[in-house]
């Protein structure tokens, strides 16, 4: 069944006011915090070192900010373009880091030429009934690696 506009509009109200709050509601401005996350950062970039990556829901680039630097470029997407004008108050580089505001569901006005994906706190978020869809989705803007 497809989401009423009123519901899509209510949920960008909310995102909108909640953006300049997503990395202190996640505690991501704790250094303590962010130790902790080290080894899983770590991890992530062994595994997208020298890729380009597209990013769902980037929020405003927690995760981004900790990998762009071992990728070969990340296209950093999200619905919302306040929390993508909150990304940009970290200066990524723009030669190696883009923001694009995306919809998960919907990313038909996305290249197709990525080989890795990151969705991290995104994936909590997708319904299990449109999991399916949303990887056959992102898979499309996968190439195969051999």
């Not at 997503?22 to 950062?41: F, H, K, N, R």
């Not at 990998?67 to 723009?94: G, R």
Request: charged letters at 20%; aromatic letters at 8%; proline letters at 5%.
């Amino acid at each position: 069944m497809p989401i009423a506009p009123e519901l899509i509009q209510e949920m960008q109200t909310y995102y909108h006011h909640r953006a300049a709050e997503y990395d202190a509601s996640m505690d991501y401005d704790q250094p303590e915090v962010v130790a902790q996350l080290a080894c899983v950062i770590e991890r992530i970039r062994q595994l997208v070192a020298g890729k380009k990556v597209l990013e769902i829901a980037c929020g405003p680039c927690f995760w981004t900010q900790h990998i762009y630097d071992c990728t070969h470029s990340v296209l950093a997407t999200d619905y919302n373009q306040s929390t993508l004008d909150q990304a940009a108050f970290k200066q990524l580089p723009t030669d190696q880091v883009q923001l694009q505001q995306a919809n998960a569901y919907h990313l038909s006005d996305i290249p197709t030429d990525f080989d890795a994906a990151l969705a991290i706190d995104w994936l909590a978020h997708v319904p299990k009934s449109k999991m399916p869809s949303f990887l056959e989705g992102l898979h499309q803007h996968l190439h195969e690696q051999g």
